[in-house]
Every structure is written in structure tokens, then in C-alpha cells.
């Protein structure tokens, strides 16, 4: 019997409601500039849309920034957060995810500004 995922809820700020679930991580290697990172996969539904891949990358580049900025790397826990406020924050902002699914990125320009919401220090 195979595993059965459980949808969460989420209403974008662009008025579509979502549906989604994580999926999983695994590491790349991203081309235009972008660099070595990892993907967390994420099933996204919206408002009774079709099911698609949303990949969040969060490039290694911002986590070697944090390490050197905080003087520690990120927890497993802290990194899967990292990853669903990016989430939370394409929903809210993009109005057409599909279109845009593999170029949403946590990079140095944005890494601090998502944690600080979670008290992430």
C-alpha cells in the first residue's frame, strides 16, 4: 500500500487558494548563474487546477552566506522552513505559477527577509 499525501491549505494574496503538498529534496546544480543548490518539491493545486511540480531552489550560495553572516549552518527543520515561506510567498505574489515554477529561488538577496518572520537568528 502506498503512501498517501495529505493536501494543505493555503489562500495566495492573488486570490487563487492552494493546494499543496511537499514531495521532496534533492540537490542541483541550476544553470544561468545559479549554481549549486538543492530543490524542495512541492504538488501544487490551484483553486481545482490540475496538479504541477513547484520546485523552491535555495541556492548553496545564500546558505554559505547565512554560515558566514551567523556563524552557523541552517538545522534540516530551519531549511524545509526556509523553503515553504518561499512557498507561501509565490503564492501570494505569482500570479501564474505554472508558468514561473522552476524560478522560484531563495538566493542572498531574499534568505534573511523570509526567516525573519520565524525568529530565525
Known amino acids: 500500500m502506498g503512501t498517501r499525501r495529505r493536501y494543505r491549505y493555503y489562500a495566495g494574496e492573488t ?3 492552494y493546494q ?8 542541483v546544480r541550476r544553470p544561468g548563474g545559479l549554481g549549486k543548490g538543492s ?6 493545486r490551484g483553486d481545482q487546477s490540475p496538479p504541477f ?15 558566514r553572516d551567523h556563524s552557523r549552518e541552517l538545522d534540516s527543520n530551519e531549511l524545509y522552513a526556509l523553503a515553504k515561506m518561499r512557498l507561501f510567498r509565490a503564492f501570494d505574489e505569482v500570479e501564474s505559477l505554472v508558468q514561473e515554477r522552476l524560478n522560484i529561488v531563495v538566493d542572498e538577496q531574499n534568505l ?5 518572520p520565524l525568529g530565525v537568528v
Do not use: H, N, Q
Open 112 to 116: 534573511e527577509d523570509l526567516l525573519a
Open 20 to 27: 499543496y503538498f511537499f514531495a521532496g529534496k534533492r540537490p
Open 15 to 17: 486570490g487563487t487558494s
Open 39 to 44: 530543490d524542495f518539491i512541492f504538488v501544487v
Open 53 to 67: 511540480v513547484l520546485r523552491i531552489f535555495v541556492a548553496e550560495s545564500a546558505l554559505t552566506a547565512w554560515r
